[in-house]
């Protein structure tokens, strides 16, 4: 990455699923990517609990001694449903409080393989860029091809023009973790001229959270 500028990416936000999947090869991608980090010094947000691939990759940065933050609904804690966070937890009151939380605190965001939950937070994450909320990387572990699909119709939208091929820029993807955070860890945000106008006022609650209202 030499002649390259490096942002510094404390900690990752990582979006997976609450299953294991078909393929061994998504539990040993998720514990790989744990272990990346954790040799980066790079600490794990996540969903919280220990089911499924959010297990793997929090367990794997826990054993290399990084922080662990599961940010998790109190819905998901009665009855133990999700088994317990490996690391400290927050608990939040909606899906959405949940969300904000994740994005203030994390510094980029890796969609693994996952279901609706994973792809709802890959795009609202990458709405928000769009949007100029936050200026922060976005990947997705491209494991066996599972995004395959879901790049080739985001192609599809742009050639469509639905997508503007500045915006399409937010969304990046490898095939390896080493690959992925060394081009997270490369991006450079380019916002769209018309929509960096926007202007997003911060929450005036007690709780001082980011309120996504637009301002006009």
């Not at 272990?35 to 959010?54: A, N, Q, S, T």
């Not at 928000?128 to 395959?148: C, D, E, R, T, Y």
């Not at 500045?166 to 945000?189: M, P, Y």
Request: net charge positive; proline share 3%; with cysteine.
């Amino acid at each position: 990455m030499e002649g390259v500028l490096v942002r510094k990416i404390k900690k990752i936000c990582v979006f997976c699923g609450a299953n294991s999947g078909k393929d061994v090869a998504f539990v040993n991608a998720a514990f790989h990517l744990g272990e990346v980090l954790g040799k980066r010094k790079i600490d794990l947000v996540y969903g919280g609990g220990k089911l499924g691939l959010m297990g793997c990759v929090s367990t794997a940065v826990a054993q290399h001694e990084r922080q662990v933050l599961g940010i998790i609904p109190s819905a998901f804690t009665v009855n133990n449903l999700v088994g317990e966070t490996c690391g400290k937890e927050i608990k939040v009151a909606t899906m959405q409080e949940r969300l904000v939380m994740m994005m203030e605190l994390s510094d980029a965001f890796i969609a693994l393989p996952g279901g609706f939950g994973t792809l709802e937070e890959l795009f609202q994450m990458i709405s928000w860029a769009q949007l100029n909320i936050h200026n922060k990387p976005i990947g997705v572990l491209n494991i066996n091809g599972f995004f395959n699909g879901l790049l080739s119709f985001v192609d599809h939208a742009v050639k469509q023009e639905f997508i503007t091929p500045r915006a399409r820029k937010i969304l990046i993807s490898a095939t390896t973790a080493d690959e992925l955070v060394d081009k997270l860890q490369a991006f450079r945000f380019e916002p769209d001229p018309a929509l960096s106008k926007l202007k997003w006022s911060p929450s005036s609650s007690q709780k001082e959270k980011l309120d996504l209202t637009l301002r006009l």
